[in-house]
């Protein structure tokens, strides 16, 4: 049964750091990984795609990594600003069962 | 174009009462989905539709809850009798297709936080 884990859960850095956020999961038989934020009382916003045949992506001021074999995920955000305040989770699609399996989170808050 | 709308924002019930949840996905997604987020935790799947037609419902609790998707557009999730345990957020997302890569397809509503006391 494939399982998600974040480290940390809850993570304050000051404005400007650069951070970054983990991901792991149990089963390397994934078709891909994605990280979504959410914010308070909305929904969850897509942020990155990595397919299992890729390394990582990138958007902006966000990188997101994939070692498939290790079964490990990073997210890096540079030059962190307030408004990156939120949760972020990372969520894979099993191949076994076409669903999105969901991490707890990492809430993240940017102190100005 | 317009988001996924879900009704109401929020509901405060006590348990043993029932409680309907209202979804209306982006207009021509053919696939839509219900999760029950849990405070803390990730989100669960608890059914999928594609078209009117469930693709996979393994992780809803049908004793009390119940779904349906009408003409495949609007759907409703149900919960009758509640449990305090059934306290969380319950997101409503909608794709274009099923298929592995919804991806950047996938398109969440604000969700309706549910409290029972």
């Known amino acids: 049964k494939q399982e998600v884990t974040q480290i940390p859960a809850a993570l304050s850095v000051p404005e400007g750091e650069n951070l970054v956020l983990n991901c792991s999961f149990t089963?390397?038989?994934?078709?891909?990984l994605q990280w979504f934020r959410q914010d308070p009382g909305k929904g969850l916003t897509s942020l990155l795609l990595?397919?299992?045949s890729q390394r990582e992506q990138t958007s902006g001021r966000l990188n997101a990594s994939l070692d498939k074999s290790s079964g490990r995920s990073t997210l890096y955000i540079a030059a962190s600003q307030p408004g990156d305040s939120a949760t972020y989770l990372c969520?894979?699609?099993?191949?076994?069962?076409?669903?999105?399996?969901w991490g707890a989170g990492t809430k993240l808050i940017i102190k100005p | 174009e317009a988001g996924v709308a879900q009704s109401p924002r929020y509901k405060i019930i006590e348990k043993r009462q029932s409680v309907a949840f209202w979804c209306n996905p982006i207009?021509?997604?053919?696939?839509l989905y219900w999760y029950q987020q849990i405070l803390g935790q990730g989100p669960k799947l608890l059914i999928q539709?594609?078209?009117?037609?469930?693709?996979?419902d393994s992780q809803l609790p049908k004793d009390r809850f119940s779904a349906e998707r009408l003409k495949g557009v609007d759907s409703t999730l149900k919960i009758q009798p509640a449990k305090l345990e059934d306290s969380a957020v319950y997101l409503c997302?909608?794709?274009?297709?099923?298929?592995?890569?919804?991806?950047?397809?996938?398109?969440f509503g604000s969700g309706t936080r549910l409290t029972v006391v």
């Open positions: 997302a909608s794709s274009l297709e099923l298929g592995p890569t919804p991806g950047y397809g996938y398109t």
């Open positions: 207009s021509g997604h053919a696939t």
């Open positions: 539709f594609q078209n009117n037609g469930v693709v996979d």
């Open positions: 089963d390397s038989a994934i078709y891909n």
């Open positions: 990595i397919q299992s």
């Open positions: 969520a894979v699609y099993s191949d076994s069962n076409y669903q999105l399996i």
